[in-house]
Structure formats: structure tokens, C-alpha cells
């Protein structure tokens, strides 16, 4: 089983930027897919970004352009750097990866958007 941190959520304004770590208990190199989601009060959880062990990459329709995930198997961590926010981003973010099957979620981190 793998144990998932994430951190770097915060209050920013319109136009700003954060980035987001997510951070594994044991190696990700053998984790094929890790992803970020998110959820916003009143929603349901909705995909963000997902990255392959082999780099290979895929966002939501509204985040493109905007937010890059990348991987560092050497440090067992995920990011997503989230440039040009919206308040409409506005959520908890969830790291997320699959393991024999079964999704894994981290604690989730919050990220507010104020206008």
C-alpha cells in the first residue's frame, strides 16, 4: 500500500499561481497512473490531470494551458503547477493513483481563488 501527502494549497488571487506537491510514502516508479482531482462544495469530484509512468500526460478541457503535472520518481512526488487560476478552481485537490485496482486518495489539500 502506498500513503499519499498533499501540500502547497493556499489563498491566492485571480491570475496567480501555486503549486501543489503530492508526496508518496514508497516509490511511484512502479505506479503507472497518478493523477490530481478535484472538488468543489456542492460538486462532485471531477479529473484535473493525469501522468503515466512514462510521461505521458492528460488534463480537463479547463484546465489546459493552465496546469502542468509532472512526476519526480526519484523523489516519489507529483506536482501540479497551477498558473493563470480562476475562481472557478476554487476546491480541494486530491492526489490520486491506482493500486491493484483500487484508487488511493490522499488527504486533500484546499486551494482558494478569490476574485
Known amino acids: 500500500q502506498v500513503q499519499l501527502v498533499e501540500s502547497g494549497g493556499g489563498l491566492v488571487q485571480a491570475g496567480g499561481s501555486l503549486r501543489l506537491s503530492c508526496a508518496a510514502s514508497?516509490?511511484?516508479?512502479?505506479?503507472?497512473?497518478m493523477g490530481w482531482y478535484r472538488q468543489a462544495p456542492g460538486k462532485q469530484r471531477e479529473l484535473v490531470a493525469v501522468?503515466?509512468?512514462?510521461?505521458?500526460?492528460n488534463y480537463a478541457d479547463s484546465v489546459k494551458g493552465r496546469f502542468t503535472i509532472s512526476r519526480d520518481n526519484a523523489k516519489n512526488t507529483v506536482y501540479l503547477q497551477m498558473n493563470s487560476l480562476k475562481p472557478e478552481d476554487t476546491a480541494v485537490y486530491y492526489c490520486?493513483?491506482?493500486?491493484?485496482?483500487?484508487?488511493?486518495w490522499g488527504q486533500g489539500t484546499q486551494v482558494t481563488v478569490s476574485s
Open positions: 490520486n493513483t491506482l493500486i491493484g485496482g483500487s484508487n488511493v
Open positions: 514508497r516509490s511511484i516508479f512502479s505506479l503507472n497512473v
Open positions: 501522468i503515466t509512468s512514462g510521461g505521458t500526460t
